[in-house]
């Protein structure tokens, strides 16, 4: 069937009466978007609800997927021990999204600490659902430390399982924004919460969810906020959807920030493969699907822009999957014809040549994310203070030994780092008497 809507919610636990005893009088607006989103999903009757919780046990590098016959909602922990049910899991998604990822060596693991019950950040939301709707069975998933665009990709996947399946389904994606928000609130105030806070709103309200990707961990971290990861495996299951998006409430009487968001799904995106949106990383992306699934080395297209037909230039391609590097090979100076024969070429060597990796098997292709950089002419360095890692790659050599580094790489911040790396590339030392150049890229993502 499909993926229905996808909702952000928060988790204060006072929200709930028998815990607030009155405090929750305080954060009205987020109690009445709550009941807002139950009547929706009891309109929609999905067959599973997928939550997202941030507070689950969990580990650093792998997601986590508890499973079992029953599930407790029990707030005893919490002075409310008469408000308690049970919910039962999806044996079948579960079991789908457990073969899925074990294929594509996706980092989702079912060990770890079964709890007795399910965490605050988990029941809230069920608590106001179960008061409207009760047919659903339940999937958890709980964060990991892993990249951003890590938990993009596992939305992405999860969503991959949600098109397969003939249920219907709804995503929870809970988290709190800062905790950061008053200089009398329980973690005090910074510039950074706010921020945080102000700028996830106006993300929501514009619509143009991908920016949730821009934050930096270190801004994160200052702005103390527990809800991103959660938020951005939910954008990577709607990013194949068109969808309806209406934020719903955001408050932060306590001095952590409340929001509340709805995405109801309209219907379902052309895959970006079949575009040629960018002409650059759609030439690489067919060049290695064929060669993977057929070992066909692809005709290069007519109708390609003219300065990849007639334009020469050395061409990196570089493969990702979940975030992490997969792959990366490339040309320094022109060899082919064409910077269409240089992609062509080098996208072939990335996906099975990189002696730093296996070939890239089929079952690997849709979680691939390809980039090309194409290379300007270097220039000589005389001085490091004319480097700067965003924006120059570099190139040092010593006779036949070269060592190239690409701009922009996530972890090098500064050019030491940057020649450092590029230099045992060459198989040099800072001793040697190595020449070195920098250089810009046109880099297609």
């Not at 039962?88 to 079964?114: H, N, R, V, W």
């Not at 990702?320 to 082919?336: A, D, S, Y």
């Amino acid at each position: 069937m499909a993926l229905k809507a996808a909702f952000i919610v928060p988790h204060p636990p006072l929200i709930i009466p028998e815990i607030g005893k009155g405090q929750e009088k305080e954060i009205k607006k987020t109690i009445n978007a709550y009941e807002e989103v139950a009547d929706e999903i009891a309109e929609i009757k999905p067959d599973t609800i997928i939550i997202i919780t941030p507070h689950a046990y969990s580990y650093f590098d792998y997601f986590r997927m508890p499973f079992g016959n029953k599930a407790l909602v029990d707030f005893s922990d919490y002075g409310a021990k008469e408000v308690k049910f049970q919910v039962s899991y999806d044996d079948d998604f579960i079991k789908s999204m457990k073969d899925a990822t074990k294929k594509a060596g996706f980092p989702l693991t079912t060990e770890g600490k079964q709890e007795n019950h399910l965490d605050h950040a988990t029941a809230i939301p069920l608590y106001f659902i179960n008061k409207k709707y009760h047919d659903f069975q339940i999937v958890l998933f709980s964060l990991s430390g892993l990249p951003l665009q890590t938990h993009f990709d596992f939305g992405s996947l999860i969503e991959n399982i949600i098109s397969e399946s003939e249920k219907d389904f709804v995503i929870i994606a809970s988290g709190d924004l800062s905790h950061k928000l008053k200089k009398d609130g329980p973690y005090g105030l910074s510039k950074e919460g706010l921020e945080f806070d102000e700028k996830f709103i106006e993300i929501i309200k514009s619509g143009d969810l991908m920016k949730l990707m821009d934050f930096s961990d270190d801004f994160l971290r200052k702005a103390a906020e527990c809800g991103l990861r959660s938020f951005v495996i939910m954008l990577g299951a709607l990013s194949s959807y068109d969808y309806e998006k209406n934020l719903l409430s955001y408050e932060g009487p306590f001095g952590v920030g409340y929001a509340i968001a709805s995405f109801i799904v309209k219907n379902k995106k052309l895959p970006i493969i079949n575009t040629k949106h960018n002409p650059y990383v759609y030439l690489a992306q067919l060049t290695i699907e064929n060669y993977v699934k057929f070992k066909k080395v692809i005709k290069k297209p007519d109708d390609l822009p003219e300065e990849m037909l007639n334009g020469r230039s050395g061409v990196f391609v570089s493969l990702k999957k979940f975030g992490q590097l997969r792959g990366c090979i490339g040309t320094i100076e022109p060899i082919m014809d064409s910077i269409a024969d240089e992609i062509i070429r080098n996208a072939i060597s990335s996906a099975t040549e990189d002696p730093r990796f296996s070939p890239v098997k089929e079952n690997e292709l849709d979680a691939l994310e390809v980039s090309v950089d194409v290379l300007m002419k270097a220039t000589p360095v005389i001085s490091i203070n004319e480097l700067d890692v965003n924006k120059y790659g570099i190139i040092v050599s010593k006779g036949y030994r070269k060592g190239l580094l690409l701009p922009n790489i996530e972890g090098i911040d500064d050019p030491k780092m940057q020649i450092e790396i590029a230099l045992r590339k060459a198989g040099l030392s800072e001793d040697d008497n190595y020449y070195l150049e920098k250089f810009e890229v046109i880099r297609h993502k």
